[in-house]
C-alpha cells in the first residue's frame, strides 16, 4: 500500500462513515474501480480508531456523561440499542461476510437511497417533536445491525428510523453518532481476532497518515451531516446515491468494467 493510497482510503472511510452514503460501499466500489487490493486489517482497525476519535470529539460531553452515570439512562440506551445489531450481526454473520464482495452492493446503495428519499418526505411533512425513548433506540439499533450489509448507510438509516418516529433531528443525530462508538468498537474487536500476525504489511507512515485523514474528515462530516439534517436536506444524497445505484447496476449486468 503507497502513502496516497492510504490518505485516499483514510478519506473515504471518515467521510462516508458519517455521511449518509454507506462508508463499506464506497470502500468496497473504490477497491475494484481501482483493483486496490486492501487485505491489511491493521490499517482497517487504525482507520476505524480514527473515525471514533471525531465522534469522541465532537460529543466530548455526552462521552464523559455516560463515563461518569454508565447506569444512567444515554448509557442504558445505548445498551438497548447495540443489543440488536450484536444479535444481526451474530445471526447474519457468513451472509454480511460474503457481501462484501460487492455482489449485493447495487442492492444497498437502492436501500439507502429510498431511505433518505424518505428520510427527506418526513422531514417536510411530519414534526419531529419527541424525545427519544428506549423503544426508538432498540428499532435505531436494528437498522443498524442490517446496515452492515455494504451500501446501506449506518449513520443514514439510524438517523432516519429516530426521525420518522418522530424523534428530534437534533437528538437523532447525536444518538446515532454516539451510536457508533459500541458498533465501531465491536468491529475492531471482530477484527483484531481475526487480526493475529497477519495483515501486518504496512508502513507506519501509512497507518499514521490513514489515521489522520479518517479522524479530520470524519470530524468534518460529523458537522456537515449536522448541518444538513438541521436544514433537512436529504434529496440530495438520495439522489446521489439513487445514480450510483444505477452505475452499479448497469457495471454489474450489462458494462462490466470493474
Partial sequence: ????????????????????????????????????????????????????VAVVVVYKKSVLEIIKHPFGQKAQKLVFATIPTIIIALIFK????????????????????????????????????????YGNAIVMGVFQGFAILPGISRSGSTIASAMVQGVRRNQSAEFSFLMS?????????????????????????????????????????IKLMLKVIKKARFVWFGVYMLLLAIFVTLNKFVLAWF
Fill in 1 to 52: 500500500m503507497t502513502i496516497w493510497v492510504a490518505i485516499l482510503l483514510g478519506i473515504i472511510q471518515g467521510l462516508t462513515e458519517f455521511l449518509p452514503v454507506s462508508s463499506s460501499g464506497h470502500l468496497v466500489l473504490f477497491q475494484q474501480i481501482f483493483r486496490v487490493n486492501n487485505n491489511c486489517l491493521l490499517f482497517d482497525v487504525v482507520v476505524h480508531l480514527g473515525t471514533l
Fill in 94 to 133: 457468513d451472509f454480511f461476510k460474503n457481501s462484501f464482495n460487492g455482489s449485493l452492493l447495487f442492492v444497498g446503495f437502492f436501500v439507502t437511497a429510498i431511505i433518505m428519499f424518505i428520510t427527506d418526505y418526513a422531514c417536510k411533512h411530519n414534526y419531529q417533536y419527541k424525545s427519544l425513548s
Fill in 181 to 221: 462508538i459500541p458498533a465501531i468498537l465491536g468491529s475492531l474487536v471482530f477484527e483484531l481476532f481475526d487480526l493475529g500476525g497477519a495483515g501486518l504489511d504496512v508502513s507506519v507512515w501509512c497507518l499514521i497518515l490513514g489515521f489522520v485523514a479518517s479522524a479530520i474528515f470524519g470530524y468534518l462530516a
